[in-house]
């Protein structure tokens, strides 16, 4: 079993910059592939970006290209989502999720899943 808590989230003005954090416990965290997706009020379900084991390979999706950053440190069983130059768009509930054989694009594949962090954005 893997728990993940993601923490970061916030509200925050357009333009700025949040950095979420997903820890994950129960097991090794360098066997698994990691991803954010996002959910917002009345849009589907979007993977934000992902990353390999080693963090060889990353996934962004063209709305986040440029302006957010995955990253992961498996000394500190964490991974990380930097995001910049956020916009109104952005708003939703972050989720961390957590895969031992490699990304994929629909949160249900994942063998696991965070609760969620709320990342609010303004005028």
């Known amino acids: 079993q893997v728990h993940l808590v993601e923490s970061g989230g916030g509200l925050v003005q357009a333009g700025g910059s949040l950095r979420l954090s997903c820890v994950a416990s129960?097991?090794?965290?360098?066997?698994?592939?990691m991803a954010w997706f996002r959910q917002a009020v009345g849009k589907e379900r979007e993977l934000v970006a992902a990353?390999?084991?080693?963090?060889?390979?990353?996934y962004y999706a063209d709305s986040v290209k440029g302006r957010f950053t995955i990253s992961r440190d498996n000394a500190k069983n964490t991974v990380y989502l930097q995001m910049n130059s956020l916009n109104l768009e952005d708003t939703a509930v972050y989720i961390c999720?957590?895969?031992?054989?490699?990304?994929?694009?629909?949160?249900?594949?994942?063998?696991?899943r965070g609760q969620g962090t709320q990342v609010t954005v303004s005028l």
């Open positions: 990353i390999s084991q080693s963090g060889g390979r990353t």
């Open positions: 999720a957590a895969d031992d054989r490699t990304y994929y694009s629909l949160l249900h594949q994942y063998n696991y």
């Open positions: 129960g097991r090794t965290f360098s066997n698994y592939a």
